[in-house]
Structure formats: structure tokens, C-alpha cells
């Protein structure tokens, strides 16, 4: 409770972005290239021109309003604090991380539910699609889903000669710096990549298990399918597995990874940055593909990937 206090604090004084825009972008232009019909129908026409009916612009848009006076309410949603040890030890519990219901597991199952309410206006459910584009940005990031040091806010680190801290270097610094060295600062091209990959590259072999629902704790494997059919039948199924899932998921790299920085060393001119870049590439690709994959549970009736 503690560190969600201290988290909540910490987003009042200024913006921060999991993955940052760019991230985020990448995260729901991952996600258009496999939506199937009807997903991609709803997505089009609820989004508009205003997003050019794409997901890759409307991820940015529960960042932009967090601090306006009608959404400050959802800032807390946007993560969950895992009260865990990482190096030593990494897991993420719903009833000792979420007890109060105010995190991202509960923010996800309750906006897969409205964005198929077709007893709500277009408006809430346009709503419910640009939250379920942004969390499902946001719990792919590891530090989205850690208490320690307020998800790394509180931990002072060099990237190219700046101060920064840690959050923020995995959720802007390092992602800016892969743009500009590989794909002509462009988050297109940088989706398209990540998106070949998943189709056809080295992702392919392991993009199965992705959207395959098997927690590494007590819960038993459960697919998407049954997730969604379970919320959608019986509101008070708690917790959704995979949320939970993708969030353990996250959360293993703040023990096997996040953590392991060089006190005092250039984090982006160093090994750390050369070993965080697959991480970042891996869980954007992941994340962009579970997204498409939920969508298409919701209005296709099953994910409709491999």
C-alpha cells in the first residue's frame, strides 16, 4: 500500500509514460497487423480519423489525460505494485498487490467488459478501448509492475552522459536510442519489424505461448478464451489469469535483469543497454500481440493467431 501511495505521489508531480509514446505506439501498431475481421471493423470505426482508426496513435491517450481534472481518478490504474525482493525474489500476487482493486489486473477486466457493453455509448466504449490499448502497454513493462523504489522512480542513473532515473530510462531513454540507431527513428518501421519477426522471424517459434495463459504460480493454465467467457458470464470470475500472467511475466525481468545496473556506469553506453534491448523489443512485440489476440476473443469469438 505503501508503495502505491508513494507511486500515485510521484505521478502527480509529472508525466510518465510506460514505454513512453513511442513504446506505447509500437505496442498497438504491433496489434493491427493481426486483428481479425470483426476486431479490426470495431477498432477502425469506434477509433475514427481522429486515430487515424488505428491503435498505435490512440495508446498515447490514457497517459495524456491522467492529470485532467475528469480522469486523475485512473492513475493508479496504470500499474500494480509487486511487494516483492527483486533481485532475490520476483512474483506478483493479486490479493497482496491489488487488495484495494486499485491496479491494472482490475482496470483490464473491467474494461474488457465495457468495450463490448452494447448497452453503452460509442463514446464510453471508444473509452474502454483506448484504456485496454494502454494497459495492456503498460503491464508489459517491468517496472510498471514492481513497489521497489517506486517502480525504480527513485533510483538516480546516467544514460549518455544525463541523469535520469530508472523508470524512465527503460520507459523513454532506451527506446529512443534503438530508434535512432536501427530503424530511422521511426516507430512504424519499428512495429513492422517487431511485427515480421512474430510472423515469419525469430519470434515466430515462441509467439504461441504468448497468448497461452499458464501462470508460473498456483493457477492453473487457462486460454483467452475462457478468461474473457468467464469475466463476460460471471463478473465476479477474480482474477483474470492472464493479466495476472502477464504481469508475472514482466515481472521476472526486475530480477533477472532490471536490477543488475552498475552503480555510477553509463547505462546506454554499456553492456546494460546492449542486454536491456532484446528485453524491450521481446515484451513490445509481446504485449502488441496478446492485445490483437484479446481483441479478437472479444469479437471474433477466439484469438485467431497460430
Given at each position: 500500500?505503501?508503495?502505491?501511495?508513494?507511486?500515485?505521489?510521484?505521478?502527480?508531480?509529472?508525466?510518465?509514460?510506460?514505454?513512453?509514446?513511442?513504446?506505447?505506439?509500437?505496442?498497438?501498431?504491433?496489434?493491427?497487423?493481426?486483428?481479425?475481421?470483426?476486431?479490426?471493423?470495431?477498432?477502425?470505426?469506434?477509433?475514427?480519423?481522429?486515430?487515424?482508426?488505428?491503435?498505435?496513435?490512440?495508446?498515447t491517450?490514457?497517459?495524456?489525460?491522467?492529470?485532467?481534472?475528469?480522469?486523475?481518478?485512473?492513475?493508479?490504474?496504470?500499474?500494480?505494485?509487486?511487494q516483492?525482493?527483486?533481485?532475490?525474489?520476483?512474483?506478483?500476487?493479486?490479493?497482496?498487490?491489488?487488495?484495494?482493486?486499485?491496479?491494472?489486473?482490475?482496470?483490464?477486466?473491467?474494461?474488457?467488459?465495457r468495450?463490448?457493453?452494447?448497452?453503452?455509448?460509442?463514446?464510453?466504449?471508444?473509452?474502454?478501448l483506448?484504456?485496454?490499448?494502454?494497459?495492456?502497454?503498460?503491464?508489459?513493462?517491468?517496472?510498471?509492475?514492481?513497489?521497489?523504489?517506486?517502480?525504480?522512480?527513485?533510483?538516480?542513473?546516467?544514460?549518455?552522459?544525463?541523469?535520469?532515473?530508472?523508470?524512465?530510462?527503460?520507459?523513454?531513454?532506451?527506446?529512443?536510442?534503438?530508434?535512432?540507431?536501427?530503424?530511422?527513428?521511426?516507430?512504424?518501421?519499428?512495429?513492422?519489424?517487431?511485427?515480421?519477426?512474430?510472423?515469419?522471424?525469430?519470434?515466430?517459434?515462441?509467439?504461441?505461448?504468448?497468448?497461452?495463459?499458464?501462470?508460473?504460480?498456483?493457477?492453473?493454465?487457462r486460454?483467452?478464451?475462457?478468461?474473457?467467457?468467464?469475466?463476460?458470464?460471471?463478473?465476479?470470475?477474480?482474477?483474470?489469469?492472464?493479466?495476472?500472467?502477464?504481469?508475472?511475466?514482466?515481472?521476472?525481468?526486475?530480477?533477472?535483469?532490471?536490477?543488475s545496473?552498475?552503480?555510477?556506469?553509463?547505462?546506454?553506453?554499456?553492456?546494460?543497454?546492449?542486454?536491456?534491448?532484446?528485453?524491450?523489443?521481446?515484451?513490445?512485440?509481446?504485449?502488441?500481440?496478446?492485445?490483437?489476440?484479446?481483441?479478437?476473443?472479444?469479437?471474433?469469438?477466439?484469438?485467431?493467431?497460430?
Amino acid at each position: 500500500m505503501l508503495g502505491q501511495i508513494s507511486f500515485l505521489l510521484l505521478l502527480l508531480a509529472g508525466n510518465s509514460y510506460a514505454w513512453g509514446a513511442s513504446g506505447h505506439e509500437a505496442v498497438g501498431y504491433v496489434a493491427m497487423q493481426f486483428l481479425a475481421p470483426n476486431a479490426l471493423a470495431f477498432v477502425q470505426q469506434s477509433l475514427g480519423s481522429n486515430y487515424s482508426e488505428s491503435l498505435g496513435p490512440a495508446a498515447t491517450w490514457a497517459d495524456q489525460v491522467k492529470y485532467t481534472a475528469g480522469y486523475t481518478w485512473s492513475q493508479p490504474y496504470h500499474y500494480v505494485d509487486a511487494q516483492d525482493n527483486p533481485p532475490s525474489s520476483c512474483s506478483v500476487d493479486q490479493t497482496r498487490d491489488c487488495g484495494d482493486g486499485k491496479c491494472i489486473l482490475n482496470a483490464i477486466a473491467n474494461y474488457t467488459s465495457r468495450v463490448v457493453d452494447t448497452s453503452l455509448s460509442a463514446a464510453s466504449r471508444q473509452e474502454a478501448l483506448k484504456f485496454l490499448d494502454h494497459y495492456l502497454g503498460d503491464i508489459g513493462q517491468p517496472l510498471h509492475v514492481e513497489a521497489l523504489e517506486v517502480g525504480g522512480n527513485d533510483i538516480s542513473v546516467i544514460c549518455s552522459g544525463s541523469t535520469t532515473n530508472l523508470h524512465a530510462l527503460w520507459d523513454t531513454s532506451m527506446i529512443q536510442l534503438l530508434l535512432k540507431s536501427s530503424y530511422s527513428n521511426d516507430v512504424t518501421t519499428w512495429a513492422n519489424s517487431l511485427a515480421s519477426r512474430i510472423q515469419s522471424g525469430d519470434f515466430a517459434a515462441s509467439a504461441s505461448t504468448w497468448i497461452s495463459c499458464s501462470d508460473t504460480t498456483a493457477l492453473a493454465k487457462r486460454s483467452f478464451e475462457e478468461d474473457i467467457s468467464g469475466l463476460l458470464n460471471d463478473q465476479s470470475v477474480q482474477p483474470l489469469h492472464c493479466p495476472l500472467t502477464w504481469a508475472a511475466d514482466s515481472n521476472t525481468f526486475d530480477c533477472s535483469y532490471v536490477f543488475s545496473y552498475t552503480n555510477g556506469a553509463d547505462l546506454c553506453t554499456s553492456n546494460y543497454y546492449t542486454g536491456a534491448v532484446p528485453i524491450i523489443e521481446t515484451q513490445i512485440a509481446k504485449q502488441g500481440y496478446r492485445l490483437a489476440a484479446w481483441l479478437n476473443v472479444l469479437f471474433d469469438g477466439s484469438t485467431n493467431l497460430p
